[in-house]
C-alpha cells in the first residue's frame, strides 16, 4: 500500500530539513513524498533542491494558503492513503507510517486513522510543552471540543474524494471543518492509534498567540453551522479546556 505524505511551505527554511529526515528516516517502504512550496524566498527552494532525490514531487508557485497548498498536494497524490506533515511538523519515531499502514491492512474497510501529537518547543524539540492525547472517536465528540490531531491524520485518497477537499473560506480551521466534516457528517470509519505519531513546533499558524485561537474558535462554530450542525453555547469553553488538560498532563522529562 502507497502512503502518500504532502508538505506544505512558505519560507519554511528553518524548520523544513526536520521534517524531511523524520520522513526519509521512515521503514515503511512505499512512501510517496510530495512538497507544495508557496513561493519561498529564504533558502526552501535550495533545501528542496538538496533532497530532491528523496522527492516524489514538489511544486513551488503562488497559492491561497496552507490549505490551498494541502488541497493541491491531495490532487497530485496517487496513494491509497494520504497524509499531511508540515513544515513545523516531524515524525517522533522511525515507524510511524508502518504503525499507520498496519491498521489499514488490517482493515479493509478503514478509511482514517490518527494518534496522539506532542508540542515542543521552537528551539528545543526535546522540550515536550503539551501532550495532545486523542480517544476512540464517538459520535457527537466534536460537540464537546474533541477532535484529532491533525499531523496525526491519514485518510484514504477515496474519502477525500467522495467528501471533498479543505474549505478555503476557513483560513485558520479547515483542518477542524473538514474533520468535522469527515467525522459527525459522513461518519467514516476511523480508528485512533494510542502512540505519539508526531512533534509540531510551538509557533505553528494558530499556535503563536491568543487571538488566532480565539479567531479559529469563531470560525469552527461557523463550521458547525456550514455542515447543518449547531454548535453549543458553551463550546468556546469546550474547546479550550481540553487544551490546558494537555498542559497539566504533559509528560515530564
Known amino acids: ?3 502518500s505524505i504532502i508538505t506544505a511551505t512558505y519560507n519554511s527554511a528553518c524548520t523544513l530539513t526536520d521534517t524531511i529526515e523524520s520522513i526519509i528516516s521512515q521503514d515503511y517502504p ?3 513524498y510530495i512538497i507544495i512550496d508557496g513561493c519561498s524566498t529564504d533558502g526552501t527552494l535550495d533545501i528542496i533542491k538538496h533532497y530532491e532525490h528523496h522527492i516524489t514531487k514538489y511544486i513551488s ?3 491561497k494558503g496552507i490549505y490551498d497548498a494541502m488541497n493541491k498536494g491531495i490532487q497530485m497524490a496517487t496513494g491509497e492513503v494520504v497524509g499531511i506533515l508540515n513544515s ?4 517522533a519515531r522511525n515507524d510511524a507510517i508502518s504503525l499507520i499502514a498496519r491498521e489499514f491492512e488490517k482493515d479493509k474497510y478503514l478509511d482514517a486513522v490518527y494518534g496522539n501529537l506532542y508540542y515542543v518547543d521552537g528551539k528545543d524539540t526535546d522540550k515536550v ?6 480517544k476512540e472517536f464517538s459520535p457527537h465528540a466534536f460537540y464537546h471540543g474533541w477532535h484529532p490531531a491533525h499531523p496525526t491524520f491519514y485518510v484514504k485518497k477515496e474519502i477525500y474524494e467522495k ?8 483560513p485558520l480551521s479547515a483542518d477542524f471543518e473538514l474533520m468535522l466534516r469527515f467525522f459527525e457528517c459522513c461518519r467514516i470509519h476511523t480508528h485512533f492509534i494510542d502512540a505519539i505519531l508526531v512533534k509540531m513546533r510551538i509557533g505553528g499558524t494558530t ?3 491568543i487571538l488566532p485561537v480565539l479567531r479559529g474558535i469563531g470560525q469552527c462554530k461557523r463550521a458547525f453551522r456550514v455542515n447543518g450542525l449547531r454548535p453549543p453555547l458553551l463550546y468556546p469553553a469546550y474547546r479550550l479546556l481540553p487544551k490546558l488538560f494537555q498542559f497539566v498532563t504533559c509528560p515530564k522529562k
Open 1 to 3: 500500500m502507497k502512503v
Open 30 to 32: 512505499n512512501i510517496e
Open 61 to 63: 508557485e503562488p497559492d
Open 88 to 91: 513545523d511538523d516531524f515524525f
Open 129 to 134: 510543552i503539551r501532550f495532545w492525547k486523542s
Open 163 to 170: 467528501y471533498g477537499l479543505y474549505d478555503l473560506r476557513f
Open 207 to 209: 499556535s503563536k498567540n
